[in-house]
C-alpha cells in the first residue's frame, strides 16, 4: 500500500456520496416498471452519450486496457477502431429502431416481438445474464485492486464495497440514476485522464525518453507485440458485440427519439476517443517509470497515487471507480430486467407491476452477489476477460439483431437455431479445440449464427407481419 494523503481519501468519500445522493434523486419518481428500466423514455443527447460512453468504458478500459498496454505496449491500440465500426453499425442499422420499438423495455422484448417467440425471449434473456455474470467478474476483480491499492484492503472487500455503493443506488434509482450518474462518471473520467497524461509524461522524462526507454527494454512495446490475427481477434469481438451490446441498446429505450440517438452515439465517440488515446499512452509511460509491477492491471492505481500530485491522483481515481460503477449499475439493470421482465413475465403473464418491481431489486441484489464467488479466483488479466465476455455475446445477438431489424426473412426458427448455434460454436472452439490456428473464437460464432439464421430462415415459416410492423415501415 502506498502513503495516501487524506485530500485523497476526502475525493472519494466525496464521491461516494454523490452518487448515492444521484440515485436517491433520480429514484424519486420511479412509480413503474417502465420508469425504473428506461427512465421514462426521457434522457437527451447530452447525458445519453456520456452514459453509453461510461458504461462501455469499464474496468476493461481503465484497469485492463491500462494494464495490457503497460505489458505489451503500442499495438493493442488496434482494437478500437473495431470498436467504433460497431458503434457505426449501432448508428446506422440498429439503435434507431430499438429507440422507436415503443412496445420494448428490454433487449428479450424485442426478441419476442420480432421474431413472434416467447421462447426466443426467454432463451435471450438467459444467454444475456449468464454474459454478463462473466462480465461482473471483471468488474469486481478490478474494484477490489483499486480498493486494494488505496486503502490496503483485501480484493475481497473491495469488491464488496463496489457492489455495495453501486447496488444502493441502481435499486432506488433505476436507470435514470444510472444515466445521470454515468454523465457525471464520464466527465470525470475524460477529463481525468486528459489531465494527468501530460504529469504522467513529465514525471517520466518526456516522450522522447519514454520512447527511447520502452524501445531498449522491448522493441514490441513501441512495435508490434500482437501479430495481426490478434488484432483482427480483437477488433472484432469488441465491434461485433458493441453493434448489439444488450446494456448499450436498453439505453435506447430511454432516449428521446431517433435523433437523440444518432447525436448521442456521436458524443460517446468523442468521450471514449480521448479515453482510448490516454489510457495507451499512460501504460506505456508507466512502464518506463515501474517496469515490473506483480500485476499489470495495478498500472492505473500506482499511477494515481504514486506518480500524480494527491488532489489530481484521487480525482483519477475516482475516475476509474467511476468506470467500474457506472458498468456494473448498467449489467445489474439489463440482468435484473431479464429475471423479472422477461423470465417472470413470461412464466405468470398476470404479473402485477408492483410484483415485477419487487422482484427486479430482489434479482439486482442476487446476480450482484452470484459473480463475487468467481472473482475471488480471478483466472486471467481483467481485460480479457471482458473480452471473452465480448466474444460470447457477440456470437449469440449479433445475427439475430442485426439482421433481424434490417432483413423481413429472419424467422422464428431462423432466430432460435443462430443464438444456439453461435453460443455452442463458440464454446467448442474456445474449450475443446483451444482455438485452432490462432483465431478468436467470435469470428466462426458470429459466422456460424449467421449462416444459420440466413439458412433456416428459407426454410422455415415466416413471422407474421404483425410483428414486423414495429420495425419495418412498409410491411401493411
Not at 425504473?36 to 456520456?50: F, K
Not at 466474444?391 to 443462430?418: C, D, E, H
Request: proline fraction near 4%.
Amino acid at each position: 500500500m502506498f502513503e495516501v494523503s487524506n485530500e485523497f481519501y476526502y475525493i472519494v468519500f466525496g464521491y461516494f456520496v454523490l452518487i448515492l445522493s444521484i440515485g436517491l434523486w433520480a429514484g424519486q419518481n420511479n412509480k413503474t416498471s417502465e420508469s425504473h428500466l428506461v427512465a421514462g423514455r426521457s434522457i437527451g443527447p447530452l447525458v445519453g452519450g456520456a452514459a453509453l460512453a461510461a458504461t462501455q468504458m469499464s474496468a476493461g478500459t481503465f484497469v485492463g486496457t491500462m494494464g495490457v498496454h503497460y505489458l505489451t505496449g503500442a499495438s493493442y491500440i488496434w482494437f478500437w477502431p473495431g470498436l467504433w465500426l460497431g458503434w457505426v453499425v449501432s448508428a446506422l442499422w440498429v439503435a434507431p429502431k430499438f429507440q422507436q420499438f415503443k412496445g420494448g423495455v428490454t433487449d428479450p422484448d424485442f426478441v419476442e416481438q420480432r421474431y413472434n417467440s416467447k421462447l426466443g425471449k426467454v432463451i435471450a434473456a438467459l444467454l444475456i445474464i449468464v454474459a454478463y455474470t462473466v462480465y461482473l467478474i471483471a468488474q469486481y476483480v478490478a474494484g477490489g485492486i483499486v480498493m486494494n491499492t488505496i486503502f490496503g484492503i483485501p480484493v475481497v472487500w473491495g469488491a464488496f464495497i463496489t457492489i455495495a455503493v453501486t447496488m444502493i443506488y441502481t435499486l432506488k434509482g433505476g436507470m435514470r440514476a444510472t444515466a445521470y450518474s454515468d454523465f457525471v462518471q464520464a466527465l470525470i473520467m475524460a477529463g481525468c485522464f486528459l489531465a494527468a497524461i501530460p504529469i504522467v509524461f513529465y514525471q517520466a522524462g518526456g516522450l522522447n525518453f519514454v520512447g527511447s526507454y520502452l524501445t531498449e527494454l522491448d522493441p514490441a512495446i513501441t512495435g508490434w507485440h500482437y501479430g495481426f490475427k490478434d488484432l483482427i481477434g480483437f477488433a472484432a469481438a469488441f465491434g461485433f458485440s458493441m453493434a448489439i451490446s444488450p446494456y448499450e441498446l436498453a439505453r435506447m429505450y430511454s432516449l428521446k427519439s431517433k435523433k437523440t440517438v444518432r447525436l448521442a452515439i456521436g458524443i460517446s465517440f468523442i468521450l471514449q476517443a480521448v479515453v482510448g488515446i490516454s489510457v495507451a499512452v499512460g501504460g506505456m509511460a508507466m512502464r518506463s517509470l515501474f517496469p515490473v509491477l506483480n500485476n499489470p492491471d495495478n498500472a492505473s492505481s500506482v499511477m494515481a497515487i504514486n506518480v500524480l500530485p494527491p488532489i489530481v491522483g484521487a480525482l483519477l481515481m475516482v475516475a476509474i471507480l467511476a468506470s467500474i460503477m457506472s458498468t456494473v449499475s448498467g449489467v445489474m439493470i439489463v440482468s435484473s430486467s431479464g429475471v423479472s421482465h422477461d423470465i417472470y413475465g413470461i412464466l405468470k403473464p398476470s404479473a402485477t407491476d408492483k410484483e415485477k418491481m419487487l422482484l427486479n431489486r430482489i434479482a439486482v441484489v442476487v446476480l450482484a452477489f452470484i459473480p463475487l464467488y468467481f472473482a475471488l479466483n480471478p483466472f486471467d488479466m481483467v481485460q480479457f476477460i471482458v473480452l471473452a465476455q465480448a466474444s460470447l455475446v457477440a456470437s449469440f445477438f449479433f445475427a439475430l439483431v442485426v439482421f433481424g431489424l434490417n432483413w423481413k426473412g429472419a424467422t422464428r426458427l431462423g432466430a432460435l437455431s443462430s443464438m444456439i448455434g453461435g453460443l455452442i460454436t463458440v464454446l467448442i472452439w474456445l474449450f475443446i479445440l483451444d482455438s485452432p490456428f490462432d483465431i478468436n473464437e467470435v469470428i466462426p460464432g458470429v459466422i456460424v449464427s449467421t449462416i444459420l439464421l440466413l439458412v433456416v430462415s428459407r426454410f422455415t415459416k415466416p413471422v407474421p407481419n404483425e410483428n414486423l410492423k414495429p420495425f419495418f415501415k412498409d410491411v401493411q
